[in-house]
């Protein structure tokens, strides 16, 4: 049992932020690494990565968004109440290496596995600029903590509420046109954002990692669920990734299996909602 | 021998059948196949045993359990006499009796099998264990007092298990780590439950925490803590990890959504109760026609699970014909009576997808033929040419066999590998070349059998024995 000792709502209750005590995996964790959780018998077993960790304290960090039928349960826990499991340090870290000037590109929750990151490259000696963005200002996260964890931050918004008018893209472009010394891009958020943030960087010739999230069982390698397609090699993004070269990603392929259960996964959650706004669940909340 | 044939002959009892659920009704629902024999119909067959002086059965046990003396107990209805003679041989009965091909082991060698049917060893066994469970009473064998010796046993199958429940007794500290989130191994996650009631594992599981044992799930040794970390705490480690990789055909379309290992399919259907779906929040695939690629227990299980799921169709396309099936003989009896359709003499070449939904729709298969043996002694399949056929499918099962999983292995430093990434262990022993390290099971053998893995574990356990006692 892994208790919650802190909680955090963001992002107007979009996404959540718990702490969790897990001494074992904190000792371990590195940038770039994942966590499985389950919040009971019944859960389904969901990666999650590790925005922060506090090794000397024992405590795990993870920042997740309110997307389904396990992320809305775990989303009841409070503090003191406990997931039933949490496994890992899971997948290669990031390699932190000194190589000049580096941007780092979030989106959405992407933001938050960004972000130890963007520190580590930070404290190896680069350069950092960063690109954070959301689709509206109410739904940006993180931004103190981004900005102490690189050397310039640019924002934008979707909808032009807070910062640039338009998609991470955008400044992308811009900075890298600016920096033609740019060394590696880091890219991560949703599907879509990473494969266009990949054409930029291809253009530029800038090498780039990304960090791919397919659907997943066990996370050590041994069901074969999480396979992408890497410079046409199939890899098994658990434990080859998750970080991958973006220029290498068969994006659309991603994209299609991570639909493998869209119609199950509204019958999960829509029978959750029912079950959770009835009164009849027993979540506590 | 002759003189075995002409012992004396009473009236002749022909071998018990297990009640079992009808095969269509079964193949509707996940509950176990036979229904086991009640403890009349177990000493019936018991008297069938004309308990041979020089047993042939025990030959064919890999771990030699005095199968005679245990079925003479069953006889005179002493069944917890007959379970404690088991036990000194063999700690999961309950099992073995369940999952070993017998037909090839003990029942294969058994005297009677030459004229009759042999003695129903395996169901024997498993009466004897279930009696105990029910029914028996609450026993535990007798421990050596505390060595002061830790040991790590790494994976909670059927051989880590093993070590731990003979190392146990023997009086030393063991703690197992289990890198899911409930141990078992194959035997939880695999193997599934209308083979094998998962309440049968947790009870085995439980069995040696109530002996004094540990077991530490969500532990993925090499991520969590390494092999030399264990070893700072530990005086010996035990390997026991299994041969956990999928493998994949390597044709095009493994990527369309409803193809699966088997080891993804059994796992979400077994581990994670995805059958009982959305009681359980983990999905699959409930295909209308389904596709499984093997011909070994885990295709049957596969493909017996497609069945159980709902679906209208569940072939199985081997390569070679129904004689050369490495699976055991009673799952292949099973899977053609619940209506599994068999597509012999077939290899998969492409798989047919929408590229726009990424849904599978069918598999083009090529026919083969028998060609000479090959280095295996089976016949070798050669294709036909032109003979392509298309089956349409929407959900395909790659149950063609399993590798050596390296996430523990690459994390090892000083443990020698084969050319196929098992661990190279003493065959004797259990040692590997790394000191203080000793594995075994299928990630020393490859796939093979849970008496074998057992098997192994026993040795081990011996050899561990002997270092932590007497230093070698
Ligand atoms: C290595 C890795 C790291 C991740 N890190 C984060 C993170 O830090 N923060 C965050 O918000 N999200 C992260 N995700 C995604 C997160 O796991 C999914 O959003 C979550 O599983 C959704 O579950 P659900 O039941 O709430 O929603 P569902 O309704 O089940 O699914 C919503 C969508 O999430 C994806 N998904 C579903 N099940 C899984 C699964 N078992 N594994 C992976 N994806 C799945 C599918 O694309 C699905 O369409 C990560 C995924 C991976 C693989
Ligand atoms: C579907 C299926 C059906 C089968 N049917 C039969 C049958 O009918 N009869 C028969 O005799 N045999 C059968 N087998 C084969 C048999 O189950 C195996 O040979 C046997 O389980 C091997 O035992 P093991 O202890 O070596 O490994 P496993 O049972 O594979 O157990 C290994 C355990 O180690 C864990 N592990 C792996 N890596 C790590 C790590 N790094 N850290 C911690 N833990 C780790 C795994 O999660 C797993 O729980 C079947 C196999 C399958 C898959
Ligand atoms: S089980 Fe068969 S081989 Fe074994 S002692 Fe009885 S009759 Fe002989
Ligand atoms: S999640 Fe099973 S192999 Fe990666």
Not at chain 1, 49 to 76: C, E, H, Q, R, W
Not at chain 2, 168 to 195: C, M, N, Q, S, W
């Amino acid at each position: 049992m892994f208790e919650i000792v802190e909680r955090q709502e963001m992002a107007q209750g979009t996404i959540i932020s718990n702490w969790i005590k897990a001494p074992k995996i904190a000792a371990k964790a590195k940038p770039g690494q994942f966590v499985i959780l389950r919040a009971n018998d019944k859960g389904e077993r969901i990666p999650l990565t590790m925005a922060d960790s506090d090794p000397a304290k024992g405590l795990i960090n993870i920042i997740y968004m309110v997307v389904g039928k396990s992320t809305a349960l775990f989303k009841t826990l409070q503090v003191g109440q406990f997931y039933q499991d949490v496994i890992g340090p899971l997948g290669q870290p990031t390699h932190l290496d000194k190589v000049g000037k580096v941007i780092c590109v979030g989106g959405g929750t992407g933001i938050a596995v960004m972000h130890p990151i963007a520190r580590g490259l930070k404290q190896a000696g680069n350069f950092v600029y960063s690109v954070i963005g959301s689709r509206s200002k109410d739904l940006l996260i993180m931004e103190e903590r981004m900005k102490a964890a690189s050397d310039e931050l640019m924002i934008c918004t979707d909808d032009g509420t807070y910062g640039h008018h338009g998609f991470v893209t955008d400044k992308l472009r811009e900075t890298l046109e600016k920096h033609k010394d740019i060394a590696l891009a880091v890219c991560i958020g949703p599907v879509p954002m990473m494969k266009f943030c990949c054409k930029v960087t291809k253009e530029f010739g800038v090498k780039t990692l990304v960090s791919l999230n397919p659907i997943m069982v066990d996370g050590t390698g041994m069901c074969g669920c999480c396979r992408v397609k890497i410079g046409g090699q199939m890899k098994f993004a658990c434990v080859d990734g998750p970080e991958f070269d973006g220029h290498q990603v068969d994006w659309d392929e991603l994209n299609l299996r991570l639909r493998s259960y869209l119609v199950e996964e509204k019958v999960s959650y829509d029978q959750f909602k029912a079950g959770h706004g009835s009164g009849k669940c027993s979540c506590g909340s | 021998m002759s003189e075995e044939v002409k012992a004396p002959k009473k009236e002749k009892i022909p071998r018990q059948k297990m009640p079992e659920q009808p095969a269509n009704v079964r193949r509707h629902n996940f509950e176990e196949v036979p229904n086991g024999y009640t403890p009349e119909l177990a000493m019936k067959e018991a008297e069938r045993c004309i308990q041979c002086k020089d047993p042939r059965c025990r030959q064919g046990c890999p771990v030699e359990v005095e199968i005679p003396a245990f079925i003479a107990k069953i006889k005179e209805g002493d069944f917890e006499g007959a379970i404690r003679k088991i036990w000194e041989k063999n700690a999961l009965p309950a099992v073995c009796g369940r999952v070993c091909p017998q037909e090839v082991q003990c029942e294969g060698m058994c005297i009677m099998g030459k004229k009759d049917a042999p003695v129903a060893i395996g169901n024997l066994e498993r009466f004897a264990a279930d009696q105990q469970r029910k029914h028996g009473r609450d026993i535990l064998p007798p421990k050596a007092a505390p060595t002061g010796k830790k040991v790590a046993v790494v994976g909670s199958g059927p051989s880590g298990l093993t070590v731990a429940g003979d190392l146990i007794l023997k009086g030393h500290d063991v703690t197992v780590f289990e890198a899911l989130h409930l141990p078992g191994g194959v035997l939880i996650y695999g193997i599934p439950e209308f083979r094998l009631p998962k309440e049968i594992v947790a009870s085995e599981c439980h069995y040696l925490e109530r002996l004094g044992g540990k077991i530490e799930v969500n532990s993925v040794i090499g991520r969590s803590e390494t092999v030399d970390e264990l070893l700072e705490h530990f005086d010996v480690v035990y390997l026991g990890v299994g041969a956990g990789l999928p493998v994949f055909l390597k044709i095009p379309g493994e990527h369309f959504i409803g193809v699966y290992s088997a080891n993804e399919y059994l796992t979400r259907s077994n581990l994670m109760k995805a059958y009982d779906f959305p009681n359980y929040d983990t999905p699959i695939v409930k295909g209308k026609n389904v596709a499984t690629f093997g011909g070994g227990n885990v295709a049957m299980d596969s493909a017996r699970t497609a069945l159980r799921l709902g679906a209208e169709h569940s072939y199985i396309i081997y390569r070679r014909s129904r004689d050369e099936l490495p699976a055991r003989g009673a799952e292949v009896h099973h899977a053609e009576e619940e209506g599994v359709e068999f597509l012999f003499l077939s290899n998969p070449l492409r798989f047919l997808g929408d590229d726009a939904t990424g849904r599978l729709t069918g598999v083009e298969c090529l026919k083969m033929e028998l060609g000479e043996p090959d280095a295996s002694g089976r016949r070798r399949p050669v294709p036909i040419p032109g003979s392509e056929f298309q089956v349409k499918i929407d959900t395909a099962v790659i149950a063609i066999g399993a590798g050596s999983n390296p996430l523990l292995t690459k994390s090892t430093p000083g443990l020698d590998l084969n050319k196929w990434g098992y661990i190279v262990a003493d065959p004797k022993t259990g040692k590997t070349m790394k000191p203080r390290v000793w594995a075994g099971g299928d990630i020393v053998t490859g796939s093979a059998t849970v008496i074998l893995a057992m098997g192994a574990g026993r040795l081990a356990s011996n050899s561990i024995h002997d270092y932590l006692t007497m230093g070698w």
